[in-house]
């Protein structure tokens, strides 16, 4: 099995956060299942305003369209929690497409009544309430807290840098107090909080599991793969993720200039 696993960190700018989470995937896939972290050119950089996110989102797009062209995965992974082209994939894919904050989420909903996000900065706060409230999970939602990174490329340094390492690790733990006294039972962290709790080994704080969402992205794209192959369904072509018409993929490649699409 092979998985496309698309991060939104700058290839250049955050590869000590991509090298980790390479290694929490590469340590949570099964034996035969080859996992190939991506990140982007220059993505990851003010993200937490919508108008930087929506040039990350194109990238996005554009690498799950060559994944369609070139064909040879098994699923495509968003594992950026901010859910960049996530539709627009699903539309076009004929592959699982999985979701770095839907798994990480209904996972949640499995293990505790109510889930706490933790989130890399004040600005975001707004953001992932509209995330998770947009599941329709507003009821099983308890808290949206943040750790105090308002450049999200800070978080390269965590992994080499045991001093700025242990800031972040405290304020992980300080946001999660805040969210189990609003009522979380389980605590999910966005972003590279989440590889670096991980790659430290912290599972759980204050008797409350603390997800570790990039390898749960592995878990479940390899059983929603093996469910493709022993179903031949993958997903709903109703109404949200109708796929549009050959003839109009051609058209639109045209007229735009798409040649992961030109073939329809």
Aim: hydrophobic share 45%.
């Amino acid at each position: 099995m092979r998985i496309y696993y698309q991060l939104l960190s700058s290839e250049s700018g955050m590869k000590h956060s991509i090298a980790a989470t390479q290694a929490l995937a590469t340590r949570a896939a099964a034996p035969g299942t080859t996992v190939e972290v991506h990140g982007t050119r220059n993505g990851a950089l003010g993200d937490n305003y919508r108008l930087f996110w929506h040039y990350d989102t194109r990238e996005v797009i554009e690498h799950g369209l060559q994944v369609r062209q070139s064909g040879g995965y098994d699923a495509f992974v968003i594992a950026n929690s901010l859910e960049p082209g996530l539709v627009e994939l699903r539309e076009l894919l004929d592959i699982p497409v999985i979701s770095f904050m839907e798994a990480s989420c209904f996972t949640a909903c499995t293990m505790g009544e109510k889930f706490g996000l933790v989130v890399p900065n004040e600005k975001f706060i707004p953001r992932y309430r509209e995330i998770a409230v947009g599941y329709g999970l507003r009821d099983r939602l308890a808290a949206v807290e943040s750790v105090k990174f308002d450049n999200i490329r800070d978080f390269n340094s965590v992994f080499t840098d045991a001093a700025v390492g242990d800031i972040l690790r405290d304020q992980v733990f300080e946001a999660s107090a805040r969210a189990i006294a609003q009522g979380a039972e389980v605590i999910i962290a966005p972003g590279p909080s989440a590889a670096f709790m991980a790659s430290r080994g912290i599972h759980e704080f204050d008797g409350v599991p603390i997800l570790d969402s990039y390898s749960l992205l592995v878990k479940i794209a390899e059983a929603m793969a093996a469910m493709h192959k022993l179903t031949g369904v993958h997903i709903s072509r109703k109404r949200l993720y109708q796929s549009p018409p050959a003839e109009l993929i051609k058209n639109a490649a045209a007229i735009h200039g798409i040649d992961a699409l030109k073939n329809g």
